[in-house]
């Protein structure tokens, strides 16, 4: 199956929040209830990434089939604060399952970072991003802070990594 990678736009956002939706209930349903999980609403999240992508401060990429359907999506963007430990921070990358080891998320990846030094917030109970994003050069700051994540609140991490070259 052929993925492309593109840049998301306002017409995307169906789409993102679809796959972002099955992500999470693939990601975290050891982390959040099932039912909070069963809750979350396509329209609902579909108005907010609108909204994010609409203000274009945030990179928005999406990976597609050949038939356009959604398997993933990768966000960032420019921080101006001074906290920041580095420039370009990852919003946030979401693989469906069923599409893990294919590749897409690290096309991904690269389309949203590039080479260039960023940082991200994990979930510390995520063996398989934890691994993913080693392996691109990111590593634990010592940075850590309870997340609340639809009204649970979760234990995170924050990665960072140096220039990078594959």
């Given amino acids: 199956m052929t993925i ?3 840049k998301g736009d306002q017409e995307d956002a169906y789409n993102i929040a679809q796959v972002h939706i099955q992500a999470w209930q693939e990601t975290y349903a050891h982390l959040i209830p099932r039912e909070t999980l069963a809750r979350l609403d396509v329209e609902t999240r579909a108005a907010r990434w609108a909204e994010i992508i609409g203000r274009g401060t945030t990179g928005v990429w999406v990976a597609k089939t050949g038939t356009g359907t959604g398997v993933g999506w990768a966000a960032a963007s420019r921080k101006i604060d001074r906290e920041a430990p580095r420039p370009l921070e990852l919003e946030g990358l979401y693989v469906l399952a069923a599409h893990h080891g294919t590749g897409v998320g690290q096309q991904l990846l690269d389309a949203a970072l ?12 995520n063996p398989r991003a934890d691994a993913f994003y080693r392996r691109n050069g990111f ?11 639809l009204g649970t609140q979760v234990p995170i991490v924050r990665l960072t990594r140096e220039p990078f070259s594959h």
């Fill in 4 to 6: 492309t990678i593109v």
């Fill in 114 to 125: 590039k080479d260039e030094p960023a940082f991200l917030w994990m979930a510390s109970d």
């Fill in 139 to 149: 590593l634990p700051d010592g940075a850590s802070k309870m997340h609340d994540l």
